[in-house]
């Protein structure tokens, strides 16, 4: 790649998010000379890093799959390959691939207000570093550290004499059959690996400090696969996709006002599911629903196989890990040949990417969100924070067509930079998003988060309809939006 190269938009990540927002561009914005680089060595994100088994969508295809490209299978809740595989079909349908440059891993990004271009730095494995210049950065690199999972301090840990796997790394050649399995944790991510492993372990058991709300759904929509059969792929869609966001948003919301309600209706569904194997202590959690995120469990798979023997549950804490196992506080003992740290994750803003202006190291966390995607006083930047309430690509269709928006707008003025424009007394209320959730990834992470506001446009939320009828109807030139051109010019 060679330096003078000068891209109109630069995307960093070649994952849901960037595939999406790169599809948008040639869509609405085909003048546009894009590239998407990607430290990995191919498309995915998420859904390419993460290789332990069973792994799956927690969202249904029609809220996570994109509003321009129709889910076609027939279960609504996917297993990983299959999300790869929808996203090399949307690649190849948009024609992303050329633009796609793997390998490159994105360390620095400086501002330079003379030329009003972005100097983005890469390196390829150890190789020498390059640079890479682009009128406008959009950023598609998720929310959490690819490189390092969450470190829960486990006790003893390295006097176990069995194996140890993070899911965030899990090894290709893991043989679990008819060994003791111990996964430690209780979100979506042990979740999907208990029924999955239960499969072939002696048993699996999952150790949990404190329980979590599931809800159980099929995995296959039967009105959403009739609907196919009886309309237009795109109509078919773009029903079950409206109603299963006003499905969310309902749940999510009577969470908010009526938990014991919801609380009780989501417990009705475990007893179903469970019998005489539903233990109150095991699935009472210490929160309201939906103050974490609720886990998913498709067909009931987990409590499927905790019913046949293969697996169960234990709540308690950790006294320490021994050579064979682990000792819980209150003396109970669980045996183990393998142990599985499913502790969380680690959050990462912006891909720990180092940002400047004019030299001047950028503190993301002391700027303002603008339009749910775009920083305060940063010029022609972007970065994507999808929906932890919902589908994370919901936001990435109203965000991307924003954009799109913006960026014919500075064409038609002529105009090349782009800044959402705060004063230092700006008056602001300001609140914390993520105080809606006490999930321990957003709580230890949420300082690194940029700042937000009670009112549009310095906020992002977690209101999916709200923000879409706000995106669709607001001004490109709202009074906040400033537009110039270079300095130097």
């Known amino acids: 790649m060679a330096d003078s190269e000068i891209f109109d938009v630069v995307i960093v990540g070649a994952g849901i998010s960037g595939i999406g927002m790169a599809a948008h561009l040639v869509q609405s914005c085909p003048d546009k000379r894009i590239v998407i680089l990607d430290r990995r060595a191919q498309l995915g994100g998420t859904w390419d890093l993460f290789r332990y088994p069973g792994i799956r969508s927690d969202s249904d295809m029609y809220t996570l799959g994109y509003r321009f490209a129709p889910w076609r299978e027939e279960e609504t809740i996917a297993s990983g390959d299959r999300i790869l595989a929808y996203l ?28 009003g271009l972005w100097q983005l730095q890469t390196q390829q494995g150890n190789g020498p570093t390059q640079t890479i210049t682009a009128r406008f950065v959009m950023m598609g690199t998720g929310y959490y550290d690819h490189d390092a999972p969450h470190d829960a301090a486990l006790p003893g840990l390295s006097d176990f004499a069995g194996t140890v796997i993070h899911p965030q790394f899990w090894p290709d050649a893991l043989d679990h059959t008819g060994k003791r399995v111990v996964i430690i944790g209780s979100g979506a991510t042990a979740v999907t690996l208990v029924p999955s492993l239960a499969k072939s372990a002696a048993h699996v058991t999952m150790l949990q400090r404190t329980p979590t709300w599931y809800l159980v759904r ?8 009739r609907l196919r059969r009886w ?29 014991a309600g919801v609380a009780a209706y989501l417990k009705a569904l475990l007893k179903s599911e469970l019998g005489e194997a539903f233990n109150e202590a095991d ?27 293969k697996a169960s549950i234990v709540t308690g804490a950790i006294g320490k890990i021994v050579a064979d196992g682990i000792e819980l506080t209150d003396g109970r ?26 030299g001047q190291s950028v503190d993301v966390a002391q700027q303002f969100w603008y339009r749910n995607c775009m920083l ?10 999808g929906y932890l309430n919902a589908g994370w690509t919901l936001r990435v269709d109203i965000v991307a067509d924003w954009l799109c928006r913006l960026l014919k707008q500075m064409d038609t003025q002529q105009m090349a930079v782009c800044t959402p424009t705060l004063p230092d007394d700006h008056g602001l209320t300001e609140c914390q998003p993520f105080d809606i959730f006490s999930s321990g990834y957003l709580q230890r992470g949420k300082d690194q988060m940029p700042r937000n506001a009670t009112t549009a446009p310095w906020r992002i939320h977690m209101d999916y309809r709200t923000d879409k009828a706000e995106l669709d109807r607001a001004p490109i030139a709202d009074g906040w939006m400033q537009f110039s051109h270079p300095t130097g010019r």
């Not at 050329?98 to 030329?115: I, L, Y």
């Open 283 to 309: 699935f009472t959690p210490p929160y309201g629903p939906w103050e974490q995120r609720m886990c998913l469990v498709p067909d009931g798979d987990m409590f499927k196989a905790m019913k046949q023997g």
């Open 218 to 225: 099929p995995s296959r929509d039967t009105l959403a696969n």
């Open 376 to 385: 305060s006083n940063v010029p022609n930047f972007a970065a994507m924070f």
């Open 333 to 358: 003992k669980i045996d183990a040949d393998i142990i599985v740290t499913a502790t969380g994750l680690k959050l990462a803003t912006i891909g720990k990417i180092a940002i400047s202006l004019d």
């Open 231 to 259: 309309l237009p792929e795109k109509w078919a869609y773009a029903l079950v996709r409206a109603r299963n966001v006003r499905m969310q948003d309902f749940l999510f919301k009577r969470a908010h006002t009526n938990p």
């Open 88 to 115: 090399k079909r949307v690649t190849d349908e948009n024609g992303l691939a050329s633009h796609m440059r793997f390998g490159q891993h994105v360390t620095s990004a400086n501002w330079d207000s003379k030329a």
